[in-house]
């Protein structure tokens, strides 16, 4: 079976995107069924999430929680699962893994969220390529990509050093951890070595 259910995971700024649309082009380019998605959606709880993502009073973290859970089951129904059904591959940029590295602390932990993502029935992706970057240098490279200068809620070095010590502590074998200070050619070298041998 060549369709695959693949996510990229990382800090804000990591590559994720790029390398998204590298491997979603390079995967159509061999005619085999692929879908590229995104969470958060452009769905109503993604406007929901943008919103906050852009306002200086955060939400409590239940609350966080709980909006990119109900978007992700948004996602789930309307592309994840009729997707699976076609038999078309699936790429997409951040999955369950964000929800516990960005919302998981000591109060509730990386562990107990993807829990919560499990019971409501979302399926474990086959691969996970996860890019491991430096907080600063993802900051550097967020500031240079934004035209005003300002960054999202989460887009804070501190926090973000947090978010990385959470996904380097919950990737499984599902993970292939990429340096992500590479250049874009040699991260999708690897991305694309290692995709070729998931499809045997
Ligand atoms: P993310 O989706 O993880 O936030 P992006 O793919 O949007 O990251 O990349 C963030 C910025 O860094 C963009 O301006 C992009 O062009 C640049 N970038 C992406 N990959 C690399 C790389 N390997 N080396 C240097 N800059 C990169
Ligand atoms: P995204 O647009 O992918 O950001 P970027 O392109 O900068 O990497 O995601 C927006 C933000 O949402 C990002 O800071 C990570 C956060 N997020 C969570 O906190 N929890 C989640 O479950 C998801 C899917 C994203």
């Not at 990382?10 to 590229?36: F, H, M, N, R």
């Not at 969220?113 to 907080?135: H, S």
Request: charged share 25%; aromatic share 10%.
């Amino acid at each position: 079976m060549k369709n695959k259910f693949i996510v990229f995971e990382g800090i804000d700024g990591s590559g994720k995107s790029t390398q998204c649309s590298l491997l979603y082009s390079y995967i159509a380019s061999k005619d085999i069924p692929v879908k590229l998605l995104a969470e958060p959606t452009s769905g109503i709880y993604g406007q929901q999430i943008r919103k906050m993502l852009q306002s200086e009073t955060p939400v409590s973290v239940d609350e966080q929680i709980r909006l990119f859970i109900e978007d992700r089951q948004q996602d789930f129904d309307l592309n994840i699962k009729p997707c699976m059904e076609h038999g078309q591959t699936i790429v997409m940029d951040r999955y369950f893994y964000s929800n516990a590295a960005y919302q998981g602390s000591s109060i509730i932990s990386p562990e107990d969220i993807i829990g919560k993502n499990i019971e409501r029935g979302f399926p474990l992706p086959d691969r996970v390529y996860y890019i491991d970057i430096e907080p600063a240098e993802a900051m550097r490279r967020i500031t240079a990509r934004s035209a005003s200068g300002k960054t999202e809620l989460f887009e804070k070095k501190t926090f973000l050093e947090g978010v990385r010590k959470n996904f380097l502590h919950m990737a499984d074998n599902r993970f292939l951890k990429i340096d992500g200070s590479a250049s874009q050619d040699e991260i999708f070298n690897i991305i694309k070595n290692d995709y070729l041998v998931l499809i045997g």
